[in-house]
C-alpha cells in the first residue's frame, strides 16, 4: 500500500528556495542535504511539483543500480509517479520522468541528442562525482538540480562552480539531530597510525602504502581491540584501505570468533551479504568504500574508519552511514582509526557549504586542524571549549583552574566564531591580507563590551583569542611567528579593558 508521505519543514523550504531560484533565472543549482535527511524524497517531491506544472520531460540520473530501484520505489510509492528505467539491459523510451544509469544516459545522448523530445528538468544524485559532467551539455535550457550530501569536487581544478549557480542548504546536522531527524553521535579517535607519514597521490593518501601501513599486524590488533572496546555485540560497518586490507582485517576478526564478513564491488554474493548484515544485530561489515553512498541502513550502530583521508565528502558520507535513527539506538559511534577528526572535524560540525561553494577548498589540503580533544576521563572527542563531557559527564579539573570565571562568555563568544567561514568570507570579498584578524578581534570585542573583565579573565581571554589566530595562520599555511604573537596582544590590549 502507498505510503503518503508528508515533507519535513526543511525539504518544503528547499524545493521553494529551488522554484524561486528558477523563477530568477537560475538554471543550475545544487541541492545540499546531510546524509540521512531524506535527499531521495526531497527530489521527488521535486519532481511532483515540476510535472504538475510544467508539460515537459524529467530525467533522473544516478551512478549505481540500487540508487537507480531507490529512486523508482520512492516516485512511485510516496507520489504514485511512474518512472521508466533507461538502462543497458533494456530498450524502453522515454515517457514524462525517467530514471537513468548515467553511462547508459551518455551512450544513447551520443547517439541521438533528441533522445529526450522535450526535457525539461535534470537531477544529478551524488553531483559531486565526476562522471556525470559529460551529460549536462544535452540539457543546456533545462532546470539542472545536482543533489549530494557533500558537494566539493574530487578534481580541484575543476570546482563545482564550474557547472552550478548556486547552492540551496536549508539545514545543519546539528539541526537534524535536535529535531530527531538523525542520531546523535560520539566519536573516539584511535592513534594507532600518523597520517603525515604517508606520501600523496592525486590528492589523497597513497592508497598502497596505506593499506601496507594498517595492514601491520599491530594496526590489524588495535582495530579489533576498539571494536571488542567500543562495539562490542553491536550492528558495525568498518571502512578499509583497499580489498586486500579488508579481506585480511576480515580474517582476523573471524578468528576472533567474532561474526564478521568482507565486501567489496566485485563480491558476486553482494545482495546476500547485505541481507545478512541487516538480519545480524552483531555483524560487522568490512568493505573498502562501495557502501559509502546511497546505502540506508537505520540498524548500524557503530563506523569504524580505518583508513585516512584528506577527503571531508568521503570523510563525512563513511562516518554518515550510521546516522539515521533507528529503534533502541540512542546515539551512533564513530571510530576513526586514522585521526581524520583532527584534520576535517567531527561528523556533526556544521560546514558552511554556501562558503565552501563559492571557495571551494583543495582536496589535498583537507578541512584544517578541528577544534576538538579527547575527553580526559572517556576518550570520546568533544569541543576543545567544553569543561564538561557531554557523553560522561567528566569535569576537567585542570580546565576549571584556568577558565571558571570566563567559562560562559567564552563559550558564547568560540561558538560564533567559524575560522574558515571568516577567511572564505574575507577572500571572496578581496578584504586586505588581515581583514581575518580583525574580524576576529570584533567579535570578541562586541560580545566582551561592557562586561567586568578581571585579570584572571582577560588572560583566559586573550590565550582563547591567540589560539583562533594560530588556527588562522594555519589555515593560510603561514606562521605564528613572535611578531604576529606580540601584534595579537597589543591590538586585544586596545579592545579589551581590565576593570579593576
Not at 124 to 149: M, P
Not at 181 to 200: I, R
Not at 283 to 288: D, E, G, P, Q, S
Not at 373 to 395: H, M, T, W
Request: a positive charge.
Amino acid at each position: 500500500m502507498n505510503k503518503i508521505i508528508t515533507l519535513r519543514p526543511y525539504q518544503e523550504k528547499s524545493i521553494n528556495q529551488i522554484s524561486a531560484n528558477y523563477k530568477r533565472g537560475i538554471k543550475r543549482q545544487i541541492l545540499q542535504l546531510p546524509t540521512g535527511a531524506g535527499k531521495t524524497i526531497t527530489f521527488a517531491a521535486l519532481v511532483k511539483r515540476f510535472i504538475s506544472v510544467f508539460n515537459k520531460q524529467v530525467v533522473i540520473c544516478v551512478h549505481r543500480e540500487e540508487l537507480l530501484t531507490q529512486t523508482r520505489s520512492a516516485l512511485f510509492n510516496h507520489f504514485q509517479i511512474y518512472a521508466t528505467a533507461i538502462e543497458a539491459r533494456n530498450k524502453s523510451k522515454p515517457t514524462e520522468v525517467n530514471v537513468a544509469m548515467v553511462e547508459t544516459l551518455n551512450n544513447r545522448l551520443r547517439k541521438n541528442e533528441n533522445y529526450f523530445n522535450n526535457p525539461g528538468l535534470l537531477i544529478i544524485d551524488e553531483c559531486h562525482i565526476g562522471n556525470f559532467k559529460k551529460i549536462y551539455k544535452y540539457f543546456e535550457n533545462c532546470l539542472i538540480v545536482g543533489v549530494s550530501a557533500t558537494p566539493i569536487s574530487a578534481k580541484k581544478k575543476d570546482p563545482m562552480l564550474n557547472h552550478f549557480d548556486k547552492i540551496v542548504s536549508p539545514v545543519s546536522i546539528k539541526d537534524l539531530i535536535q529535531s530527531g531527524s538523525l542520531s546523535a553521535n560520539v566519536t573516539y579517535s584511535m592513534k594507532s597510525v600518523s597520517p603525515s607519514d604517508l606520501k600523496m597521490t592525486r590528492g589523497d593518501y597513497d592508497i598502497k602504502q596505506m593499506s601496507d601501513l594498517y595492514s601491520k599486524s599491530k594496526n590489524l590488533n588495535n582495530t579489533i581491540k576498539a571494536y571488542n572496546k567500543y562495539c562490542k555485540g553491536e550492528k558495525t560497518i568498518i571502512f578499509n584501505c583497499n580489498v586486500a586490507h579488508s579481506k585480511l582485517l576480515n580474517d582476523q576478526f573471524v578468528k576472533a570468533g567474532l561474526n564478521s564478513r568482507h565486501l567489496d564491488g566485485s563480491s558476486a554474493d553482494r545482495k546476500e551479504i547485505l541481507k545478512w548484515f541487516k538480519n545480524n544485530d552483531d555483524a560487522i561489515l568490512n568493505n573498502i568504500g562501495v557502501l559509502t553512498t546511497g546505502f540506508d541502513e537505520p540498524t548500524i550502530k557503530n563506523v569504524i574508519v580505518n583508513r585516512s583521508t584528506t577527503s571531508l565528502p568521503l570523510w563525512l558520507q563513511m562516518t554518515g552511514r550510521a546516522s539515521r535513527p533507528s529503534k533502541g539506538k540512542d546515539f551512533f559511534k564513530i571510530i576513526d582509526m586514522g585521526a581524520n577528526v583532527f584534520t576535517h572535524n567531527d561528523w556533526s560540525f556544521n560546514h558552511d557549504w554556501n562558503a565552501i561553494f563559492k571557495n571551494p577548498p583543495k582536496p589535498s589540503k583537507g578541512g584544517g586542524v578541528a577544534p576538538v580533544r579527547e575527553c580526559d576521563n572517556c576518550e570520546a572527542i568533544i569541543p576543545v571549549q567544553k569543561l564538561e563531557c557531554s557523553f560522561c559527564g567528566y569535569v576537567h579539573k585542570k580546565a576549571i583552574e584556568k577558565y571558571d570565571t570566563a567559562e560562559m562568555k567564552l563559550e558564547l563568544i568560540t561558538s560564533n566564531i567559524n575560522i574558515f567561514e571568516i577567511d572564505n568570507l574575507s577572500k571572496s570579498r578581496n578584504f586586505k591580507d588581515w581583514a581575518a584578524f580583525f574580524i576576529i578581534l570584533n567579535k570578541y570585542e562586541r560580545h566582551l563590551k561592557d562586561k567586568t573583565i578581571s585579570k584572571k579573565d582577560f588572560d583566559v581571554y586573550l590565550s582563547s583569542f591567540e589560539s583562533m589566530i594560530k588556527k588562522w595562520r594555519n589555515i593560510n599555511k603561514k606562521k605564528y611567528t613572535k611578531q604576529v604573537q606580540l601584534f595579537a596582544k597589543c591590538e586585544f590590549s586596545k579592545k579589551i579593558k581590565i576593570n579593576n
